[in-house]
């Protein structure tokens, strides 16, 4: 990917691969690296087939041009940017405050560009009835990458996405609207507030991306917080977390002692210099209280451009260690990423 100007996202300390335009991907959005090819599961291949909608065009003093021009906008929480892919027609990437938050592709919405996305979509993927519509409720919408990905991978498929910057929702409903037909309702609000109103038993998964600028919200840490998000979901459910956290993983140790009250069942999925401790990054935490197909997520993550590891079971007890869960009344946001761990030039 490259974004109009010649310059491109560059994220600090990340280690490139040789050919790629930008870093692996850090906290919330960072872009990842251009997928190298691998093999492409049926939801992908559905979402391939999935239907195009219009992109905007941009203008000059003699009118319309074809290639498309930036957008940039005031919302709610900052000051959005729409940069379009020069590499790829049709494509965008969304920052918020210079800070990459979404990628899109209108005619593929299986092209996942960011890697904590890709993990996210394999969750997707492997959520029991495969291939079957299922009911999902989206934390946090950015420019709807994930709902698209679910309306073209899981056909008749029906989901929410909430999101609290209103300004955010009508630039992307007015520059990257959904295709006809996508079953997607989007609801402006607080992701706390509409999780303790929502009702039980009405989800088949929920997808949390919920950060306010580089960081995930204490609202969204607590341990009263995991039992409202474990009340929505159904038997057999599954809740997915975006977070981010680097050694000695005190927040991810208190996210995971949190969601160990309320859930059976835990892992994590991470790059393994992140699970080391060796950089700074994004880890999809995963909760259900019944088994997940962890082997087939794992097959997924490790077939991935840049390889991720599923961990569960002992090692995790190792990593929660002696670690308590946080709540409402001590809960703070997840830490503030280092320097330059992700922005755009």
């Given at each position: 990917m490259r974004v109009p100007g010649g310059r491109n996202p560059a994220s600090g300390p990340w280690p490139s691969a040789p050919g790629t335009a930008?870093?692996?991907?850090?906290?919330?959005?960072?872009?990842?690296?251009?997928s190298a090819p691998r093999p492409v599961s049926a939801a992908r291949?559905?979402?391939?087939?999935?239907?195009?909608?219009?992109a905007p065009a941009g203008t000059d003093d003699n009118g319309p041009v074809n290639e498309p021009l930036p957008v940039t906008r005031s919302v709610d929480f900052g000051t959005a940017r729409l940069l379009p892919d020069i590499d790829c027609d049709r494509a965008w990437l969304l920052t918020v405050d210079?800070?990459?938050?979404?990628?899109?592709?209108?005619d593929d919405p299986a092209r996942l560009e960011f890697e904590?996305?890709?993990?996210?979509?394999?969750?997707?993927?492997?959520q029991e009835p495969r291939d079957a519509p299922l009911d999902v409720v989206h934390l946090g919408g950015g420019a709807l990458t994930l709902p698209r990905y679910v309306a073209a991978a899981r056909p008749g498929s029906r989901q929410l996405a909430v999101e609290a910057d209103r300004g955010l929702i009508s630039l992307v409903e007015d520059v990257l609207p959904l295709p006809p037909g996508a079953g997607v309702e989007v609801c402006a609000a607080d992701a706390r507030a509409w999780v303790e109103a929502a009702p039980e038993n009405s989800a088949d998964l929920v997808v949390a991306d919920v950060f306010s600028g580089s960081r995930i919200p204490a609202g969204l840490t607590s341990v009263e917080y995991a039992r409202a998000a474990a009340r929505m979901l159904r038997p057999g459910?599954?809740?997915?977390?975006?977070?981010?956290?680097?050694?000695?993983?005190?927040?991810?140790?208190?996210?995971?002692?949190?969601?160990?009250?309320?859930?059976?069942?835990?892992?994590?999925?991470?790059?393994?210099?992140?699970?080391?401790?060796?950089?700074?990054?994004?880890?999809?935490?995963?909760?259900?209280?019944?088994?997940?197909?962890?082997?087939?997520?794992?097959?997924r993550c490790a077939a991935d451009p840049f390889p991720a590891r599923v961990e569960h079971g002992a090692p995790l007890t190792?990593?929660?260690g002696d670690a308590v869960p946080?709540?409402?009344?001590?809960?703070?946001?997840?830490?503030?990423?280092?320097?330059g761990a992700f922005g755009i030039g």
């Amino acid at each position: 990917m490259r974004v109009p100007g010649g310059r491109n996202p560059a994220s600090g300390p990340w280690p490139s691969a040789p050919g790629t335009a930008y870093p692996a991907p850090p906290v919330r959005g960072a872009p990842g690296h251009r997928s190298a090819p691998r093999p492409v599961s049926a939801a992908r291949q559905a979402a391939a087939r999935a239907p195009r909608t219009a992109a905007p065009a941009g203008t000059d003093d003699n009118g319309p041009v074809n290639e498309p021009l930036p957008v940039t906008r005031s919302v709610d929480f900052g000051t959005a940017r729409l940069l379009p892919d020069i590499d790829c027609d049709r494509a965008w990437l969304l920052t918020v405050d210079g800070a990459p938050q979404s990628y899109v592709d209108l005619d593929d919405p299986a092209r996942l560009e960011f890697e904590y996305t890709r993990r996210l979509a394999h969750v997707i993927d492997v959520q029991e009835p495969r291939d079957a519509p299922l009911d999902v409720v989206h934390l946090g919408g950015g420019a709807l990458t994930l709902p698209r990905y679910v309306a073209a991978a899981r056909p008749g498929s029906r989901q929410l996405a909430v999101e609290a910057d209103r300004g955010l929702i009508s630039l992307v409903e007015d520059v990257l609207p959904l295709p006809p037909g996508a079953g997607v309702e989007v609801c402006a609000a607080d992701a706390r507030a509409w999780v303790e109103a929502a009702p039980e038993n009405s989800a088949d998964l929920v997808v949390a991306d919920v950060f306010s600028g580089s960081r995930i919200p204490a609202g969204l840490t607590s341990v009263e917080y995991a039992r409202a998000a474990a009340r929505m979901l159904r038997p057999g459910g599954t809740y997915a977390a975006n977070i981010a956290d680097g050694a000695p993983f005190g927040f991810l140790r208190s996210q995971l002692a949190a969601f160990r009250e309320v859930f059976a069942e835990l892992a994590v999925i991470a790059e393994p210099a992140v699970l080391r401790g060796r950089r700074f990054g994004n880890v999809v935490l995963l909760a259900s209280r019944t088994p997940v197909d962890l082997a087939a997520l794992a097959r997924r993550c490790a077939a991935d451009p840049f390889p991720a590891r599923v961990e569960h079971g002992a090692p995790l007890t190792r990593l929660i260690g002696d670690a308590v869960p946080v709540a409402d009344q001590e809960a703070q946001p997840s830490p503030e990423p280092p320097d330059g761990a992700f922005g755009i030039g």
